[in-house]
């Protein structure tokens, strides 16, 4: 399974981006799919939570083997490199391993 995500790039804040990762698999065989995001030194994070309430929105088109993670009203903390990940297995956790499949990661760069 390969996923190719893509849509980063640069807004000012207040702006938005839709970012789509599409997969090589019919995503009925993926059953879980998730976005995280990851700065330089950091561990990587699942975009999910109060930092990303009301503002970000998760959706999967399976007649498009796509998600897509529709981010408004950017902030420079959202600055960094998100990726997508998916699983056939339930999702224990948020930790990044639950998810066996990743994609190559997205740049969005929000400036102030």
């Known amino acids: 399974v390969q996923l190719q995500a893509s849509g980063g790039g640069l807004v000012q804040a207040g702006g938005s981006l839709r970012l789509s990762c599409v997969s090589s698999?019919?995503?009925?065989?993926?059953?879980?799919m998730a976005w995280y995001r990851q700065a330089p030194g950091t561990a990587r994070e699942l975009v999910a939570g109060?930092?990303?309430?009301?503002r970000f929105t998760f959706s999967r088109d399976n007649t498009k083997n796509t998600v897509y993670l529709q981010m408004n009203s950017l902030k420079p903390e959202d600055t960094t490199v998100y990726y997508c990940?998916?699983?056939?297995?339930?999702?224990?956790?948020?930790?990044?391993?639950?998810?066996?499949?990743w994609g190559q990661g997205t740049q969005v760069t929000v400036s102030s």
């Open positions: 990940a998916g699983g056939r297995r339930p999702i224990a956790s948020d930790a990044p391993d639950e998810y066996a499949y």
């Open positions: 698999k019919n995503t009925f065989d993926i059953n879980y």
């Open positions: 109060d930092a990303v309430k009301g």
